[in-house]
């Protein structure tokens, strides 16, 4: 079955720690996103990439970095700059343009010890 | 900047009773996009909508677009338990970025 899967399901980061989420789709679609989801908000986007080696700043891009090596592949780094990383991210993709309809995965849900 | 805005943040209904949920942007959309996220789930694609004044239905699910593409709306006629979770409507921006709105939680008294 094709799809999108996100891990881990859930992840605990220390203070000062860089962690990085992963993302992987065989949906074979061009673009792919993430997003934030804290409770009671709607979803933010923090990166994007529609093609491989190229990605783009959200509106909340502080504090975390990406890479898109291959087509399959977006995986997130929250940063330690990143001062309030507890939320849950979504990764998503789209066949190519940002206005087609989004897949998302599971997601996973960061917490800080 | 852009934004979508979405209306109730939450309602509550019993089992049988109708509920709506309302989009409006500052701007003119190309197209708005519904999702369904259920409690503990991530969101799932429901419908497009492109056409000024368009208008279509999923079973018990209405979905309008208004004439100037400013807004829209979801109607659902006789709420079940199976509908409940928190429905999003999100616009295309002007960089072509999906905007979402914040999203109207539904819940369902049986």
Redo the contacts between chains.
């Keep these: 079955d094709g799809g999108i899967t996100q891990s881990p399901k859930y992840l605990f980061r220390k203070e000062g720690q860089n962690v990085t989420l992963s993302c992987e789709q065989n949906l074979n679609h061009d673009a792919m996103y993430w997003?934030r989801q804290d409770p009671?908000?709607?979803?933010?986007?923090i990166y994007?990439s529609q093609i491989v080696n190229d990605f783009q700043k959200?509106d909340i891009a502080e504090g975390y970095s990406v890479s898109r090596e291959k087509k399959e592949s977006f995986p997130l780094t929250v940063t330690s700059a990143q001062k309030n990383p507890t939320a849950f991210y979504?990764c998503?993709s789209s066949i190519y343009?940002?206005?087609q309809?989004?897949?998302?995965?599971?997601?996973t849900r960061l917490s800080i010890l | 900047g852009q934004q979508v805005m979405?209306i109730p943040?939450y309602q509550h209904v019993q089992e049988g009773e109708d509920f709506t949920t309302y989009c409006n942007s500052s701007t003119t959309l190309?197209?708005i996009?519904w999702y369904k996220q259920r409690p503990g789930?991530?969101?799932?694609?429901l419908i497009?909508l492109v056409k000024s004044g368009e208008v279509k239905k999923q079973k018990r699910l209405t979905f309008q677009f208004g004439e100037a593409k400013k807004n829209s709306s979801l109607h659902i006629t006789a709420t079940q338990t199976t509908d409940v979770g928190t429905y999003?409507c999100?616009g295309?921006g002007s960089q072509?970025?999906?905007i979402?709105?914040?999203?109207t939680k539904l819940s369902v008294k049986p």
Excluded: C, E, I
Aim: aromatic share 14%; glycine share 22%.
């Design positions: 997003y009671g908000q709607g979803l933010r986007l994007y959200g979504l998503a343009l940002m206005d309809p989004q897949h998302f995965g599971d997601g | 979405q943040q190309s197209n996009q789930g991530h969101p799932v694609f497009q999003f999100a295309v072509g970025n999906l979402f709105g914040k999203g």
